[in-house]
């Protein structure tokens, strides 16, 4: 299994719209983070779907090593 980079230790707060996908990064490697840019192509990593059913702003986890992925659960601390 890979690992995921590390891409920052901490959350990404993002607005979000009520019933619009959002594809999270879970491999670390995209360029538009938090966000799946394809570059995890050839790694065992796929994008988490989000989906908030109310406008607001999320907490996309940065450091990839959530357990409530795609949101961060404060793992980044232990990192
Ligand atoms: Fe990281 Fe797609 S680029 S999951
Ligand atoms: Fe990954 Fe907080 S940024 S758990």
């Known amino acids: ?3 995921p980079e590390i891409v920052k230790k901490a959350p ?4 979000v719209e009520a ?3 959002y594809w999270w990064c879970a491999c670390g490697r995209s360029a538009q983070q938090p966000f799946c840019d394809g ?3 050839g790694t065992a990593f796929r994008p988490v779907k989000y989906q908030p059913t ?3 702003k999320a ?3 940065g450091c990839k090593h959530s357990g409530n992925q795609p949101l961060c659960d404060g793992t980044h601390k232990q990192l």
Request: net charge negative; glycine share 10%; hydrophobic share 35%.
């Open 12 to 15: 990404f707060a993002v607005p």
């Open 39 to 41: 570059s995890h192509k």
């Open 54 to 56: 109310e406008d607001g």
């Open 19 to 21: 019933g619009k996908a």
């Open 59 to 61: 907490f996309f986890c």
């Open 1 to 3: 299994m890979d690992t």
